[in-house]
């Protein structure tokens, strides 16, 4: 099959990533072989690539929002039947073992696998994962808009849920700090539930995209949204904007850090922390989170703006997320729809 495969890790406008002939991966005891249909790029694959997050594995392919059908099964699996369309996330395998997963925080498990990190995932025309770990992707979204929901989507509701939004919240002021593909998802879950959604962010066309999907109010990264916040979300991965999040929050708020990587928080006075206002991090998801969100998300129905990238741009998609160049989500096609 072809695949993208990252040589090494650099900057990607040194176009890392190669084209190459592999073998067609081979599904395990509890797998299931997909055929992709698209994957969506996320800002962690950028990560992966330039090596903010340090490589597990040599010639890794990146991808971790695939959307694809069921071709083949291993020995122990079968339970969603060939040709169901499934989604193949981030959180790839747990150990279901430690302290974590008995605890219902397979999140934060011990022994994780990540899709496209530590082990291959969907740049590629073929992706394997336990069956377990796929979710059946609902008749509503085309493979295209199913895509995002995967990972932007998923780690999007949760920050919403650890922000400490849900349906019985209405009237929560929730801001937005970056609005890119997790935003513009959390945005549409957050005003489903009633909430006036606030976003900071300081591409106009990110800016104009919020307005249009029915913000309060959008304006520059770091400038004071005219209500005080319950929760902000911070999906940028700058940490310089960790302080003037809080500094727009009510007493009693929460800002949520929605990335897996983000740069130096800057140092701060007391009192932007001070009344119980606090700061958590937000890693990977349970797959409780990610079969309530795919069942919020067909109701609503969330409408993903994509941006379509040919397989064989894979380079040049991750480029133009590095530098803001994307309306909504970035998705790579590798079969035409059928939807
Ligand atoms: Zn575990
Ligand atoms: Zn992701």
């Not at 935003?183 to 549409?188: D, M, T, W, Y």
Request: glycine share 10%.
């Amino acid at each position: 099959m072809k695949a993208w495969v990252l040589r090494q890790t650099a900057p990607v406008e040194t176009e890392p990533l190669e084209l190459r002939d592999v073998p067609l991966p081979e599904p395990g005891e509890d797998e299931v072989l997909v055929r992709v249909n698209a994957c969506g790029i996320c800002r962690t694959d950028l990560h992966v690539v330039e090596g903010e997050l340090p490589p597990k594995r040599p010639n890794i392919i990146p991808g971790h929002q695939i959307v694809g059908v069921i071709e083949r099964h291993g020995p122990k699996a079968g339970k969603y039947k060939v040709g169901v369309r499934v989604g193949i996330p981030w959180l790839h395998r747990t150990d279901q073992t430690c302290a974590y997963c008995r605890s219902g925080h397979e999140n934060l498990c011990d022994s994780p696998e990540f899709t496209g990190y530590t082990v291959n995932g969907g740049y590629a025309e073929y992706a394997v994962a336990p069956e377990g770990f796929v979710y059946p992707i609902p008749e509503a979204f085309p493979d295209l808009q199913a895509a995002p929901l995967l990972c932007a989507g998923i780690i999007g509701f949760r920050s919403l849920r650890l922000g400490g939004l849900s349906s019985a919240t209405p009237g929560f002021n929730l801001g937005i700090y970056g609005f890119g593909a997790a935003g513009h998802v959390c945005l549409q879950v957050a005003r489903h539930w009633g909430a006036k959604v606030y976003v900071a962010t300081r591409e106009a066309k990110h800016q104009q995209l919020a307005q249009e999907l029915g913000a309060a109010w959008a304006g520059g990264a770091k400038d004071a949204p005219p209500e005080k916040l319950d929760a902000a979300i911070i999906f940028a991965p700058a940490g310089e904007l960790v302080p003037p999040a809080l500094a727009a929050l009510k007493k009693g708020g929460t800002v949520v850090l929605g990335g897996i990587h983000m740069s130096d928080i800057p140092s701060f006075v007391y009192p932007l922390i001070y009344q119980e206002r606090s700061i958590r991090s937000v890693a990977n998801n349970t797959r409780q989170d990610g079969h309530d969100f795919l069942r919020v998300a067909a109701a609503i129905p969330v409408r993903t703006q994509v941006q379509v990238f040919a397989f064989e741009q894979a380079n040049t998609a991750l480029n133009a997320l590095k530098h803001d160049g994307i309306r909504g989500a970035a998705v790579l096609q590798l079969q035409k729809p059928h939807h």
